[in-house]
């Protein structure tokens, strides 16, 4: 992601390359270093508004945070912490403070009461969560079966009492864990104007970047490995079917990143239908391509990307990791075909983003 942003992006690269990245492969936990320097910079809050303890900015700004960090090979919570999880508790009017959190959403039958001494606990669960270990609250999202009640926002401790986890990690290496509650102490709760449809997007949305972002960082690394590495006597990038790889690869990368662009500016304008459909080609084109990116990157390393200690992992496993986070491929193709099949929404203006521009009500940056 380029343009206004560079600024920021480049101040996030510096701040990554003096902290120093440890890009085995899986990792063992995320980079504290990196994590520490954005934190004091100010940068895992941006997209937070200064009133609930952000730094202001976009979420634009907050996803050029994050592409940086990705293409650095940093390991880090920008995505559950700053775009997702802080920002729906400043959308509940809650401010998380100096704690570093991650979101979940509730399974269904997951409920908030009131005991006799009129302390709030909850009950119920939440699966895979990512970061969940390495935070020190939980951001649920309640959605109740019962429709007569909205979606809520519950914060509680990973490690209260009445809360039971099951750690694990995900292939990059990331700690996941399930939850159970029973007479959890809940911190802070609130009637939430987000649902899941909108954390669904916004995290679809975040990952489509973060795809976008590991593809250049692949492409990137293997046209300079193809320049510099020499066999029978000449670079790797003069043989007719190695040209052909790496162009092929340079154009994947460009697609993914111009699908991603174009879902992040849609998603900042006023219509919320061409944003869902905006977000969810992002999603599907970034999905789909991420086990091509990695396949074409280890093929032309050759057996040296194959190693732990070498960087090309971190970036190739997050690709194999997080293509089905919020949502695959499949999921997001399925939502475009429904806009055609079942909203009636014709195919060439769901292709060329044509279409009323007024429909609906939006809520900007606020999404």
């Known amino acids: 992601m380029t343009g206004p942003n560079s600024e920021l992006r480049a101040a996030t690269q510096a701040m990554i390359g003096k902290a120093g990245v440890d890009t085995t492969t899986p990792a063992a936990g995320i980079d504290d270093a990196v994590w520490t320097a954005l934190t004091e910079a100010g940068f895992t809050g941006i997209g937070i508004s200064e009133d609930h303890d952000g730094s202001g900015g976009t979420l634009a700004d907050a996803l050029t945070v994050v592409s940086a960090a990705v293409t650095g090979g940093a390991l880090t919570m920008l995505v559950e912490h700053t775009v997702l999880a802080g920002w729906l508790a ?16 509730a399974e269904r039958d997951t409920t908030v009461r009131e005991t006799a001494a009129g302390v709030l606990v909850l009950d119920g669960s939440a699966r895979a969560v990512v970061h969940g270990p390495d ?10 079966a019962d429709a007569a009640h909205g979606p809520a926002v519950a914060i509680v401790s990973p490690t209260g009492a009445g809360v ?11 700690a996941v864990a399930d939850y159970d509650f029973a007479a959890a102490a809940v911190d802070t709760y609130a009637a939430s104007p987000a649902g899941g449809t ?9 990952y489509a970047v973060a795809l976008a972002a590991a593809a250049r960082a692949v492409c990137d690394r293997t046209v300079e490995y193809a320049g510099q590495r020499t066999q029978f006597g000449r670079p790797l990038s003069k043989f007719q079917a190695v040209q052909q790889r790496l162009a092929g690869l340079a154009a994947v990368t460009a697609l993914m990143e111009t699908a991603t662009e174009t879902a992040v500016a849609e998603d900042a304008g006023t219509n919320p239908d061409r944003a869902r459909a905006a977000i969810a080609a992002a999603k599907v084109v970034t999905s789909s391509a991420a086990r091509d990116i990695a ?4 093929q032309l390393h050759g057996a040296i990307g194959f190693t732990a200690e070498h960087p090309l992992g971190r970036s190739t496993t ?14 997001w193709a399925g939502v475009l075909a429904g806009r055609i099949l079942e909203g009636g929404a014709d195919v060439w203006d769901l292709v060329t983003g044509a279409g009323d521009e007024n429909s609906g009500a939006a809520e900007g940056n606020n999404r």
Not at 90 to 105: D, E, K
Not at 198 to 206: I, K, V, Y
Not at 318 to 331: D, F, P
């Open 318 to 331: 997050a690709l194999l990791a997080w293509r089905e986070r919020y949502g695959s491929e499949r999921y």
């Open 295 to 298: 396949a074409a990157g280890h």
């Open 164 to 174: 039971t986890a099951v750690p694990g990690t995900d292939l990059l290496g990331a």
């Open 135 to 144: 935070a020190d609250r939980l951001v649920l999202l309640l959605e109740p």
């Open 90 to 105: 400043a959308r509940c009017g809650i401010s998380l403070g100096s704690h570093t959190a991650t979101i979940a959403h």
């Open 198 to 206: 909108e954390l669904e997007e916004r995290g679809a949305l975040a």
